[in-house]
């Protein structure tokens, strides 16, 4: 059993900057991958970045790469994407959600937080 907590988030301007944060918790949550999600207003969930248990592996998704960075700290079970460069259409809600593989699709992912608000004015 993982929980997860998202915090961070908020309003920024488009080239701008925003950093969110996950924490999990749980006696085996360091052992899983975390992965960011968003949803934007009318649209599906769609997978944003992944990083490994040990942080050792991410994969990004093509419409971020070079713009957002993810970190983990496992000492303190949390990890951070930081979102640099930002556009208009990153705008939606950012989840963060835990599993062993770390893959691309919502429909694997048993454990869920409940999401934070990223909005970014033009």
């Known amino acids: 059993q993982v929980q997860l907590i998202e915090s961070g988030g908020g309003l920024a301007q488009a080239g701008g900057s925003l950093r969110l944060s996950c924490a999990a918790f749980?006696?085996?949550?360091?052992?899983?991958?975390i992965t960011w999600f968003r949803q934007a207003p009318g649209n599906e969930r769609e997978f944003v970045v992944t990083?490994?248990?040990?942080?050792?592996?991410?994969h990004y998704a093509d419409s971020v790469k070079g713009r957002f960075t993810i970190s983990r700290d496992n000492a303190k079970n949390t990890a951070v994407l930081q979102m640099d460069s930002l556009l208009p259409e990153d705008t939606g809600v950012y989840y963060c959600?835990?599993?062993?593989?770390?893959?691309?699709?919502?429909?694997?992912?048993?454990?869920w937080g409940q999401g934070t608000q990223v909005t970014v004015s033009s």
């Open positions: 959600a835990a599993d062993e593989w770390g893959g691309t699709a919502v429909n694997e992912y048993e454990y």
């Open positions: 749980g006696p085996t949550a360091s052992n899983y991958a």
């Open positions: 990083i490994s248990w040990n942080g050792g592996s991410t």
